[in-house]
């Protein structure tokens, strides 16, 4: 499984962007995916955004925190083998690279990262 993500790019305070992750598996395959979005900002960990599980269409975010609820969510276009992260309402704390990822027969898959800054 090969992950590509787009996307991102300079945004300012309160603007919005949307990533992409592109999946190179078949369609069918794609449809039983779930895939996440992490992000890490500089001197960080990596931390889960959100994540769409495969066959749902419920969104799922981190339990612990609503930094990103309400204002991001994903979705998918299973004829596009894509996965889509709408980020609206964006801050300066959410400059990161972001990550698509997800896990296939237990073992991890990772696209390349992309960055998304936002000026203040």
């Known amino acids: 499984v090969q992950l590509q993500a787009y996307g991102g790019g300079l945004v300012q305070t309160g603007g919005s962007a949307s990533l992409s992750c592109t999946a190179s598996v078949s369609g069918r395959a794609f449809s039983r995916l779930s895939v996440g979005w992490f992000r890490q900002a500089p001197g960080k960990d990596r931390e889960f955004v959100a994540g769409?599980?495969?066959?749902?269409?419920?969104?799922?975010?981190?339990y612990h925190e609503d930094s990103v609820k309400g204002r991001f969510t994903v979705s998918r276009d299973n004829a596009k083998n894509t996965v889509y992260l709408q980020m609206n309402s964006l801050k300066p704390e959410d400059t990161a690279v972001y990550y698509c990822?997800?896990?296939?027969?237990?073992?991890?898959?990772w696209g390349q990262g992309t960055q998304v800054t936002v000026s203040s």
């Open positions: 990822h997800s896990n296939v027969l237990y073992r991890d898959y």
């Open positions: 769409l599980r495969w066959g749902g269409s419920n969104v799922y975010y981190p």
